[in-house]
Each structure stands twice: as structure tokens, then as C-alpha cells.
């Protein structure tokens, strides 16, 4: 499975952004994409996960409600997570990923998931 992330750059607090994922080549008939990020210094910590059938979405219980994760209407292997109200602590590598074995939402721990993008960098000042 190839997953791709878009969408990070520079942006000034208070903003916001949208985050792309896009997953291809996999053979499982439900994924479920989750979204991580990981700060310098930091363990690589869960955000939001969902289906792309459109189950879900789940959040993880150290994220708040400026975080949404969505998923292209037309492309539904297209999964969005858009942060608003962007804070400095919000930098980091934001990465997306997927996993069979994997129960939506039921585990943040990055060390459960095989397959992940290269990550998209979001800095916030």
C-alpha cells in the first residue's frame, strides 16, 4: 500500500490547514486511515482515524475539536485532516497511515501500523 500526505508548510497561529492523504495499491476491503503527527523530540503520537468507507471519525483523547478528519466526496481513498486554529505546539511531521490489522480508532500506538506516508511538515508561528 502507497499512502501520500500533502498539504504542510508555514503558516502563522491562528490559521489553518488541510492535510491530504492519499492511499493506493492495497487489497483490504476496509481501511481505515489514521492520522498521526510527531514533533521534534517527541514520540510519534495518534490524531484521528477513519474508515474509508466513511466510518468514523475517531479521535484520540489528547486532540480537541480543532481537528477534523474528513474524506473526498469523489475519492474516497482521499482522507483530509484539517486543524484550525493552528497553536506553535501544532508543529510537526503530520503522517498518515493504514493497517489490516488495525480497529479504527481502537489503538494510537504508532508501533501497531506497517504502512506509512513520508509525512508533511506543518510550522506554525
Known amino acids: 500500500v502507497q499512502l501520500v500526505e500533502s498539504g504542510g508548510g508555514s503558516v502563522q497561529a491562528g490559521g489553518s490547514l488541510r492535510l491530504s492523504c492519499v492511499a493506493s495499491?492495497?487489497?483490504?476491503?476496509?481501511?481505515?486511515i489514521t492520522w498521526f503527527r510527531q514533533a521534534p523530540g517527541k514520540e510519534r503520537a495518534g490524531v484521528a482515524a477513519?474508515?474509508?468507507?466513511?466510518?468514523?471519525?475517531?479521535y484520540a483523547d489528547s486532540v480537541g475539536d480543532r481537528f477534523r478528519i474528513s474524506q473526498d466526496h469523489a475519492n474516497k481513498n482521499m482522507v483530509f485532516l484539517t486543524i484550525d486554529s493552528l497553536k506553535p505546539e501544532d508543529s510537526a511531521m503530520y503522517y498518515c497511515?493504514?493497517?489490516?490489522?488495525?480497529?479504527?480508532?481502537?489503538?494510537?500506538?504508532?508501533?501497531?501500523?506497517?504502512?506509512w506516508g513520508q509525512g508533511t511538515q506543518v510550522t506554525v508561528s
Open positions: 477513519m474508515y474509508t468507507s466513511g466510518f468514523g471519525p475517531y
Open positions: 497511515a493504514a493497517d489490516p490489522s488495525v480497529l479504527c480508532g481502537g489503538t494510537w500506538l504508532w508501533t501497531d501500523f506497517g504502512n
Open positions: 495499491g492495497y487489497i483490504w476491503s476496509s481501511n481505515c
